[in-house]
């Protein structure tokens, strides 16, 4: 029972790069989303999916690109890593129906951009 | 969806229950109030969720006042394993996004 599994881990970038952060889920969840935390801080939502093909920002979007070819895979993807982006990525999914789903979260990556 | 308010950090004694208050004085009468607790850099794990009737599961009660201005999340004998950042959010039914406020840190102390 995998879940919501998120690779790689760790990653450090140097300012500039480019990366995509995986997310995969095998519950067969329409719901997929990102988010980011710093610090001390809770969790910011970046962007979402309600199904393939669909996407949506969420509170913090610039700076990071997303796509959903597929009910499994929500790829975030770092167009040009900056030292602000230095956080953790949490990837989280459910279901969609009456809205009471409850949100099954990856264990996180770990990025620091240098 | 609502904002919420919480106290930033609470302690409890191991095997005693830990009774961490909410407020959300302007939820909507179709915002459900969920909590969720994160142990130390894990991901977000779901307790518990309700509209306005109390509910209890294996890990947690939730007791939310008659007009649903804020709640309680009660553990029921708190273990040391429960130390963790819990997170208060009210939410619509009709969305699955949840935005996290800064939480409560709780310290379960033996």
Redesign the interface.
Known sequence: NAGVTQTPKFQVLKTGQSMTLQCAQDMNHEYMSWYRQDPGMGLRLIHYSVGAGITDQGEVPNGYNVSRSTTEDFPLRLLSAAPSQTSVYFCASSYVGTGMEKLFFGSGTQLSVL | DAKTTQPPSMDCAEGRAANLPCNHSTISGNE?V?W?RQIH??????II?GLKNNETNEMASLIITEDRKSSTLILPHATLRDTAVY?CIV?????????????TILRVKS
Do not use: W
Not at chain 2, 91 to 103: D, I
């Open positions: 459900y969920y969720y850099s894990q991901g977000p794990q779901y969720h997170y939410r619509v039914a009709a969305g699955n996004k949840l935005v996290f406020g800064a939480g």
